[in-house]
């Protein structure tokens, strides 16, 4: 029996880093592929994961602070510190496998450790980028606001882009509709692949049966207090307000965005964490009990599918963002540094599915500003507008799921439809040896199985030395002007 295909997925521990690339490595699992997710020894210790989740088999390296985060004391000491010691902990696990039964075919990593690409090389027939941003960005990135204020967080964004032309693939986690002119340009100059949204099939195209957790949560977690509340509201009434994991706002922001929303007279279910509960107004929660809910975490997907769920007010990171439109929810957007302010202007300019809130001129959105903003979304002539394009943009997404199969071939190198995992499978014919058990088919010979193709794909690692001379030999063919093959037309007529 042939060995299904194996690949490692390498994120960057962060719950919006890790979540988003496990959701598509189910999509894969889903495909017959198997699939380790690599997770960092603490991680794996403090959440209890054991050696999987579900299908998807789990394993670990070190970030160097294997009892924790906090013994970093900061990002720089510990981005530094996953740069040094992750490139050996990863080798040696790849290493581990490339001897076993079930070696590593192909290895998907995120941008932010470039070094996963290069020790990957040295073992691994594929390597494939996975990016969480839009592919506009890939080409006019933007880094004003973070370049005094998060040092360590600009070298780490800009690094991500250090080799980025020596993967073999970029997969990019959008969707073709909200940017086909961009991915078809991107497309014409290198290997791209819109993969999104990855966020639970359930909500989506229901393909993954009993799919309806999110991920890895760092926290602990109580979802049933955000949905039993929100179980009690009318529909499209709440506002749900989010500013991700990351953000560190001022007290007099989070002041006037306690007295924004209480000010806007609408049901809110706010996620506020422990580290900003301080922030609060003194007497702010006493006073709005009967109108909104504080809670410390909330199952964001889950909220944002309910019926009761009219308008997500957000920092507009792209997790937040393509979750927020695949869904059919209108945002307000309050933009705080990254790809944040370029993922709003297009939320309410490109796709007019959202208003962005303005800042003063000391750069706080004051109390008045969010109440107006909310009641336009929410009750407003242009409100309703923005609903009908919310709705638009997930029945569009899904709609062009559903087209996927009179996708041709022959236009594979002009667009690439966002089909999630099996546009590998079934439309990439650069990635068919090592993504599809019965990967080439010709007109006169149907099916090359696996166990067909050469050794040094099929069997990668038992021989090193004769894979890296073979492979070699394909390192910079395509600058040569003519290829000469030693065969003749009639024997291989359609290749």
């Known amino acids: 029996m042939v060995n299904r295909s194996h690949v490692l997925v390498v994120p960057l521990p962060g719950a919006g880093h890790i979540n988003p690339m496990l959701q598509f490595s189910r999509r894969l699992v889903s495909k017959g592929l198997k699939v380790t997710f690599v997770i960092t020894k603490f991680i794996s210790k403090s959440r209890q994961l054991g050696s999987s989740i579900g299908p998807i088999q789990l394993d670990t390296i070190s970030d160097g602070y294997d009892d924790g985060f ?16 992750g490139p050996k902990t990863l080798s040696d696990l790849i290493k581990r496998y490339q001897t076993s039964s079930s070696p590593i075919h192909a290895v998907i990593y995120e941008p932010f450790l470039a070094w996963a690409l290069d020790v990957a090389k040295d073992f691994v027939y594929l390597q494939l980028l996975f990016l969480h941003m839009l592919v506009l960005l890939i080409t006019s990135f933007t880094m004003s606001t973070m370049k005094y204020s998060y040092p360590a967080n600009v070298k780490m964004t800009m690094s991500q882009f250090a080799n980025l032309d020596k993967a073999d693939w970029i997969l990019i986690n959008t969707f073709y509709k909200l940017e086909c002119e961009v991915v078809d340009t991107m497309s014409k100059v290198c290997p791209l692949l819109t993969i999104g949204p990855t966020i639970p099939s359930i909500y989506l195209d229901k ?25 009690t509201k009318p529909t499209a009434s709440v506002v749900y307000v989010s500013f991700g994991s990351c953000a560190t706002l001022s007290n007099k922001q989070m002041e006037e965005i306690a007295w924004g929303l209480k000010r806007s007279n609408f049901h809110f279910l706010w996620m506020v964490m422990d580290s900003e509960k301080g922030k609060i ?25 309910n019926k009761v769920v009219g308008l997500f007010f957000t920092h507009c990171g792209w997790n937040s963002t393509i979750e927020a439109l695949s869904l059919g929810v209108p945002m307000v957007t309050m933009p705080g540094w990254s790809d944040q302010q370029t993922n709003s202007k297009l939320v309410e300019d490109a796709w007019k599915v959202g208003v962005r809130a303005k800042v003063d001129e000391h750069g706080i959105v004051k109390r008045e ?4 903003c909310i009641k336009e979304v929410m009750e407003g002539d242009r409100g309703r507008e923005m609903k009908m394009n919310s709705k638009k943009w997930k029945a569009g997404y899904r709609g062009y799921k559903r087209r996927k199969k009179q996708f041709d071939e022959k236009d594979r190198n002009n667009k690439y439809p966002s089909l999630q995992s099996d546009i590998l499978l079934n439309y990439s014919i650069n990635l068919e040896p090592i993504f599809d058990q019965a990967a080439v088919s010709l007109p006169s010979l149907e099916n090359l199985e696996f166990s067909d193709l050469p050794s040094f794909v099929s069997d990668a690692g038992s021989y090193p030395a004769i894979r890296e ?5 394909f390192s910079n063919f395509l600058e040569a002007r003519w290829l000469i093959w030693n065969s003749f037309n009639e024997l291989e007529v359609e290749v």
Request: charged letters at 25%; hydrophobic letters at 40%; one cysteine or more.
């Open 281 to 305: 107004p003194e007497g702010f929660v006493e006073e709005v009990e009967n109108k909104g809910l504080l809670v410390n975490w909330s199952p964001q997907v889950k909220v944002l599918a």
């Open 369 to 372: 500003e969010i109440a107006i």
């Open 469 to 473: 001379l073979l492979l070699g030999q």
């Open 207 to 231: 393909s993954i049966d009993d799919e309806d957790d999110y991920g890895i949560s760092l926290c602990e977690i109580d979802a049933s207090l955000s949905i039993n509340w929100l179980s």
């Open 70 to 85: 906090n013994q970093a004391g900061s990002r720089e000491p510990y981005l530094s510190s996953l740069h040094d010691v």
